[in-house]
């Protein structure tokens, strides 16, 4: 096939492809199945990454989810609907409760009680009741906005229309998750590729007398925005359900420990086909309302519960090769590539070997036999090794020393809490030396959370890349179009279109650009909190003049490992010019704080010693939600200084010279109302 060929069957497959999403996801009527539907995926993104001059912006590299529905209007969530973190071992539940515990700066005597509920696969929705009327039901949509799908809500007969139990709150939010019954899926079967989809194919309905003719079911679990709902923790919210005539699980219970999770867990996995409906997992939540509530949310996922998946599909394969990739933070990660296997519906040809540790611990080698699991929507990994089926001319894998990519050494870095060397080997150039690291830092930039630029996907950076039209984030802005236009798939439309989403997010948050240059351990919520603290572009620039970077610790949650990698990001002579340059090309806005009328309204504090059953973390967070602030050292701009256990003599001299309120910690809550 010459190129013109392959172009051509490569845009057939896009638009044979693109037919099939509008056909499920608008249309609900599904016209392949789903093992056939991957197939063409998978062989859309192997001649991606065959031919490297084919690219598209309705390739399945570049688009990831689908744009809601046109058929229903839009509606903001009053409390947004989060998602939930997921934990797949043993090991990750006890560091979801280590986390917790340390965050309510308790001991492991401390006895969490979790409501365990079994997590059903199917559509959640928001329904607003008001005085005890159903007035309003949502689809979650992005979490903050969801379609209107009242109409098709209504025809749910689990879904009571009036509840007139005298404690029954005033206005309330009740959540839960649509979903159809397996033997009930039997007689859909044809018209819906499973029952997952056939409940969100029948909510999604234009009319709601289609909606009504699938026997729907709903089951409540949570609220969002609540008025006088006077209960204090999940589990006697749960029996409240039911009082007020709403379904619940029930398979819910009520336990406490890490090992009694894990026995429920089992029993409950035993039991999972025995069940009429699909159950991917179960849920766990912090019961008490209160700790809850301390506990607040980590990006858009409370901190206060988890989803414990069921492991899903394995299968038996074998490595062909082990290759190394090199992600954004110069991560050096093992990836197999296996003789391709069918696991679950889905072709896997790659299975990722996490780190060096890995592959030593389980001794992993070229040609071995292996068991490949593919759990939710994470990357497929290598489960064990078949050591019997290994040929006696097998070799260990030496993991390389230096940087496949640019020959600089790799070191496995030292970590303060573990008091442990890292499992992960990392690059040490410091980014932009390194191809590899570029490319994905490129990536990155450009990406939906940062950038957002329509049309400048990840195949489109690598091909400018070696086209050398892009290298640094700056050249984004710079790029030669009259070049781009006369590149094979590319005309004067798609450059257009192109310029187009490039200028427009020239004018961009100073929050997403901080986000965007991918400062190890800066993340979206962190990107967030400095972007409040520096307010104006100016100001964060000012970082690369600075040699004291401590204020930053005032900043919640910005903790030494935050600081020491903003410095070395800073250090460096070429992050100093994108900085530089990106500001000639950009108009970056200020970040707005709103001004809440908190308790702690203009007063600064400082905090030294130990405090006694509170976090510095969670006091921090306390003095900001109720507009106060926090600074680090003894001057006249402190109003309180609040000491604990074993305070810093000096900082309490300052401020009786200064005549600072000295004040302890039950004082301190008092300021707040709470008595401790
Ligand atoms: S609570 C902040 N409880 O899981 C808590 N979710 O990944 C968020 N789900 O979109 C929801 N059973 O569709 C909660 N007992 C349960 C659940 C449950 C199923 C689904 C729900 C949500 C998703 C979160």
């Known amino acids: 096939m010459d190129k013109k ?10 638009k044979l492809l693109n037919k099939y999403n509008q056909y499920y996801y608008d249309k609900n009527k599904p016209l392949i199945d789903d093992k056939n539907y991957d197939e063409l995926k998978i062989s859309i993104l192997s001649l991606e990454k065959k031919y490297n001059f084919l690219a598209s912006k309705k390739s399945p590299s570049e688009i990831t989810g689908y744009k809601p529905s046109k058929n229903f209007k839009k509606s903001a ?3 947004p609907m989060l998602s939930l973190a997921n934990a797949f071992s043993e090991e990750d539940l006890i560091n979801f409760e280590k986390k917790i515990l340390n965050f309510l700066s308790e001991n492991e ?3 969490l009680y979790y409501s365990a509920e079994p997590k059903i ?25 969801g379609e209107d799908i009242t109409s098709n809500l209504e025809t749910i007969k689990d879904i009571p229309k009036k509840i007139s139990n005298k404690n029954f709150p005033e206005e309330i939010d009740i959540r839960g998750e649509v979903f159809i019954k397996n033997s009930d899926f039997e007689n859909f079967k044809d018209k819906f590729a499973n029952p997952r989809n056939a409940a969100s194919g029948s909510l999604r309905q234009k009319d709601p007398n289609d909606t009504s003719k699938i026997p729907l079911k709903f089951i409540a679990y949570t609220f969002g925005y609540e008025k ?6 999940q589990f006697d919210f749960l029996k409240r359900l039911n009082e007020w005539g709403f379904k619940t699980n029930p398979l819910n ?8 999770l894990l026995i429920n867990y089992n029993e409950i996995e035993k039991k999972r086909a025995e069940i009429d409906f699909d159950i991917d997992g179960i849920v766990y939540k912090v019961n008490n309302f209160k700790l809850q509530k301390r506990l607040g949310n980590v990006a858009n996922a409370p901190r206060w519960a988890v989803a414990h998946k069921f492991s899903s599909n394995k299968a038996v394969s074998k490595i062909i090769s082990i290759d190394i990739q090199i992600g954004r933070t110069g991560a050096l990660t093992p990836v197999a590539k296996i003789k391709p296997v069918n696991i679950g519906g889905v072709q896997v040809s790659n299975a990722t070997l996490h780190n060096e540790d890995e592959i030593m611990r389980k001794d992993v080698r070229v040609g071995d036999t292996v068991v490949v699991e593919r759990a939710g929507d994470v990357i497929p990994h290598i489960l064990t090794v078949d050591i019997n089926k290994r040929s006696k001319k097998s070799i260990k894998f030496v993991f390389p020393k230096k940087c496949p990519s640019c020959g600089s050494k790799t070191t496995k870095e030292y970590n303060e809490i573990t008091k442990k060397n890292d499992a992960v080997r990392r690059c040490t150039s410091e980014g932009y030396e390194c191809e590899k690291i570029s490319i994905e830092k490129l990536k990155h930039f450009v990406s939906k959370e940062a950038f957002n630029i329509e049309g400048l996907g990840k195949k489109i950076i690598e091909n400018f890349w070696k086209l050398k039209l892009i290298r640094l984030p700056q050249d984004i802005f710079r790029l030669d179009y009259n070049r781009i236009e006369n590149l094979e798939g590319w005309g004067r439309l798609s450059v257009e279109n192109l310029k187009y989403s490039i200028n427009e997010k ?17 993340g979206l919520e962190n990107a967030k909190l400095l972007s409040k603290f520096f307010k104006t572009f100016s100001n964060f620039k000012e970082l690369s003049n600075k040699s004291n970077y401590n204020d930053l610790l005032n900043v919640d949650k910005i903790g030494e490992t935050q600081v020491s990698s903003i410095k070395s990001f800073f250090s460096n002579k070429i992050n100093n010019e994108i900085i530089n340059q990106l500001s000639k090309e950009l108009s970056i806005k200020n970040t707005l704080i709103e001004k809440k009328n908190g308790l702690l309204k203009n007063y600064t504090f400082m905090i030294t010693g130990k405090l006694s059953g509170i976090s510095r973390a969670e006091i921090k967070s306390l003095i900001e939600e109720n507009s106060g602030s926090t600074v680090s050292s003894v001057t006249k701009k402190l109003d309180y200084l609040i000491i604990g256990d074993k305070p810093t003599k000096r900082k309490i001299e ?10 302890n910690q039950s004082q301190f809550l008092k300021m707040l109302n709470i008595t401790s």
């Open 77 to 79: 969530h009053k409390v």
């Open 228 to 233: 006088k709902l006077n209960i204090d923790n």
């Open 109 to 111: 005597n401390f006895k």
């Open 253 to 260: 219970k009520l336990i406490s420990g890490v090992k009694n």
């Open 654 to 663: 300052t401020a009786k010279e200064l005549r600072i309120k000295i004040i």
């Open 5 to 14: 060929e392959i172009q051509k069957l490569y845009q057939e497959k896009i």
């Open 121 to 145: 696969d199917g559509i959640s929705a928001s329904l607003t009741y008001k005085n005890g009327k159903f007035v309003k039901g949502l689809s979650r949509g992005d979490g903050k906005e």
């Open 506 to 522: 020239k004018n961009i948050s100073l929050e997403r650009l901080i986000y965007a240059l991918g400062i190890r351990h800066i």
